[in-house]
């Protein structure tokens, strides 16, 4: 979480690249600025921008400092002050006196709120601050935090850098990146425009800069982006002038939108390909939102390393619309930065997901966020977009043959819990897809083939005497999407368990079966036990389960994995899949998860890790309406060689219902899995 309230989810690929996704709920509301400076990475929100580096710590809004926070949503801070007596700070709480003129306390996310209006009343130049901050000198994290690598001394020359505004007038509180092009280990730093000035001190050689110039009011705003490529040969001057950012970013598409955000990303790699910097600007769209236009300077790709320029958007129908539908959209070019900006998409070049959000309480505030990546692209960032779920709606994807998109869910955006990941995917013009996010019951999930063209680690796999399992506590139907365990928070308890057997000896005992696990080689017979208890406001069902794979090591491995996927050597070499067997309940439950009373008949898949073709020989089922204490078996059917229909009656005195399964395939595998509250039973 920032200080003024965002808060950032960060997730890795297998390939090692980045996605950040925000809030939106706040970044929609205010501009947010996203910048990369080698391996370091900032968010700043713009009320807070002018004043990065004078009154405000940098580290405030770098992200690797704030994941080493012990509470997700509490930043320490140490605020120095002038005056006769401590200043009101009603941001600050757990205020406690450091010495003369300095207070430390915490910020939160119920006290950021005060903070984001006092600097938003501020003059938006750095200097003294006035009103609610009077007196203030200074915000700093109040944390430990690793200093930045050495930087190679070289001859250092005096580089001005003039700013201009749209007006041709000195800028303020204009922000630039700028990074040495031959090798941005010399030089790669950030600094923000005052007068309209920026003097920096740097070492001879061919230079690159990104400048933004923001300017805004209540009702309207403009992005001016200009890119500037020069060469120091001495002391030297260079001008970065706002005026020539003339081509306007837009888009069109096929059916009318209301609401959303747009983002626009640089990528500068050096020539040694030792370096990135990166800077991308997020605005919101509708919704009572100060419309924002943005503009950029057309670019030539450059003579000394690598460019990229990526144009993003998450747009929504009306909330009047009969059928919610919504546009995600990624558009980018390697080289150079195009004159045109105006993207126009058309029907034929989209592919549409229909997507169904269960939820086990009406109304549940939800966030959903695609992602995309270009092979090129070396990290990305979006928003979540936020709805009351449950929610069913057409989602519409632009189709690039060299475009992979990953999807994130929050499932109570409020406490940022409930976090689900879909595989990575890639979409074909034309494609019809479907979606199910949370529908239960839910069980343990693991990751399944897709089309996405990204490299994978193996769900279940065995190399060099090591199994290797990367099994989450959460799964919904179909499987595919895996679910994390849930921070601390008020109101949500959480506990998961895994242990492993080998020949009946247990080997070890753990939290979440996510890592290596080294056994002695030959032949043996092995038990993976998995249990998870999740309570909480926002999930209400499949409260508890209970999951045991039994499988043989050599009988059970099938080698080696599909393409896309390897042992967590990075290779394929010596690398078996481990035959798990995974269900799919195909139960035909409301967007509530829940079932009426009376005759139940649903599909029961059972299928193996990586689609491993071991036939499913026999599969029984037990049903409970009294939350495990009492069971009964239900009617089960083959039907082919991994599917079964199972068939009872819902009782229409109980709350909820419970299921069991047992099954076993051909090579003498077994799945034992419980799962209490499985589906509510509807009055």
Known sequence: MLVTGERILDTVDANGRHAFTIDSRSAAAEPLLAFR?????????????????????????????????????????????????????????????????????????????PLRRALTEQSGTPGTWSGPLAGIDHIALNANVSPPPPTPQFVQYTLTINGLDTGGRPDNGGFLVLMNTDDGRKFINAATFSKGVIKLSVPLGHYSAIAQFFHGSTTVGSLHVVVVNFTVSGNATATVDARSATSEVSVTTPRGTSSGTGAVQW??????????????????????????????????????????????YHLDSAQSAPQPYSYDLDFGSVGSIPVAERYAVDASQLASVDTRYFSDVAGRPTGAARVSFFPWQLGTFGTFDIFPAPLERTEYVNALPDLTWTQQVIESI???????????????????????????????GVAVITTGAATQGCPACFEANTLEFQIFPFGDNPPGHVGFPNPPFAGVTEKDTTSVRRNGKLITSTADPLGPIPVPPGAASYQLTYSVALFAPWWTLSTRTSTTWRFAIPQSLQSPPPPGWTCFSGTTNGCGVIGLMVADYELPMSLLNQLPSGQVSFPLQITHVLDVAIPVTSARVSVSFDGGTTWQPAAVTP?????????????????TASLRIHAIDSNGGALDQTIINAYAIAS
């Open 37 to 113: 400076l080698g391996a370091a990475r900032s968010f700043v929100p713009e009320v807070a921008l002018p004043y990065l580096g004078s009154q405000l710590d940098p580290a405030l809004f770098n992200g690797a400092a704030l994941t080493t926070l012990p509470a997700r949503d509490t930043v320490p801070v140490l605020v120095d002050w002038h005056g006769s007596s401590v200043p009101a700070m009603s941001w600050l709480t757990n205020q406690r006196a450091v010495a003369a003129g300095e207070t430390s306390g915490e910020i939160t996310a119920a006290s950021s709120a």
């Open 267 to 312: 990528q500068r790699v050096d020539s040694r390909q030792s370096a990135v910097a990166g800077v991308g600007f997020l605005w919101g769209i509708g919704a009572g939102i100060p419309r924002v236009s943005v503009f950029v300077s057309p670019s030539a790709a450059p003579a000394i390393g690598s460019q990229a320029w990526l144009v993003a």
């Open 414 to 444: 409020t406490t940022f819990g409930g976090m689900f990941l879909d595989s990575p995917r890639q979409f074909r013009p034309g494609e019809v897809d479907v979606a199910d996010w949370g529908r239960g019951p839910t069980g343990p």
């Open 639 to 655: 039907q082919g060689s991994s599917g079964f229909t199972v068939s009872y009656a819902n009782p229409s005195n109980a709350a």
